[in-house]
């Protein structure tokens, strides 16, 4: 099956930028996405972008999609302890395919 | 205020007595699906349904079941809960192709 990878911890300090990087393996990708996870929490869409574009941003946050290679990162800039927490990668391939989520990469941010 | 609701949030039982975790949404979506959560695994998904009464099986549907008899709802059903089955669970839904809107987790300790 489909497969999507990600490391799995970060650690920043506050003020740099982090970024999070995922590979997947289907080339029939249509949507990205991150999702975020706070402590306790269940999982928040915090981007997405589709498999034709290369960059999206949206205030601090810049996803960079590299469909030969099949790399997806997200940019969180000015990092702040709020941003803390596991950052979801997912694919979704042609038609109604469900989502495959990488494992989640933990996100620690240093004040 | 559109949402995804689970209930419950927590709970504690015992090997083998019969369990439902209910999810509903009020966004009118096709979309309905099952995760669970584990350390180290992710988000691994159980059952998915594209409509009412159309529902499949995701990567880990051993032991569970579900419905949808309306549209809203999505129930998940543990007939007999084993203590691998400890885990986090998220219901999620979406309109067909879009993206999934997550609950906020029932948390299930299985003694």
């Known amino acids: 099956g489909e497969d999507v990878e990600q490391s799995l911890f970060l650690s920043v300090r506050e003020g740099d930028s982090s970024v999070i990087n995922c590979t997947y393996t289907?080339?029939?990708?249509?949507?990205l996405y991150w999702y975020k996870q706070e402590p306790g929490a269940g999982l928040q869409l915090l981007t997405y972008?589709?498999?034709?574009?290369d960059m999206k941003q949206d205030q601090r946050l810049t996803v960079l999609l590299n469909k030969k290679d099949k790399h997806l990162s997200l940019r969180i800039a000015d990092t702040q302890t709020g941003d803390s927490a596991i950052y979801f990668c997912a694919e979704r391939g042609s038609g109604n395919t469900p989502l495959v989520f990488g494992k989640g990469t933990r996100l620690s941010v240093i004040a | 205020e559109a949402q995804v609701t689970q209930n419950p949030r927590y709970l504690i039982t015992v090997t083998g007595k019969k369990l439902t975790v209910t999810c509903s949404q009020n966004m009118n979506h096709e979309y309905m699906s099952w995760y669970r959560q584990d350390p180290g695994l992710g988000l691994r998904q159980i059952y998915y349904s594209m409509n009412v009464e159309v529902t499949d099986k995701g990567d880990v549907p051993e032991g569970y079941k579900v419905s949808r008899k309306e549209k809203r709802n999505f129930p998940l059903i543990l007939e007999s809960p084993s203590p691998n089955q400890t885990s986090l669970y998220f219901c999620?839904?979406?309109?067909?192709?879009?993206?999934?809107?997550f609950g906020p987790g029932t948390r299930l300790t299985v003694l």
């Open positions: 999620a839904s979406s309109s067909l192709g879009d993206t999934q809107y």
């Open positions: 289907d080339s029939s990708s249509t949507y």
């Open positions: 972008i589709f498999s034709n574009m």
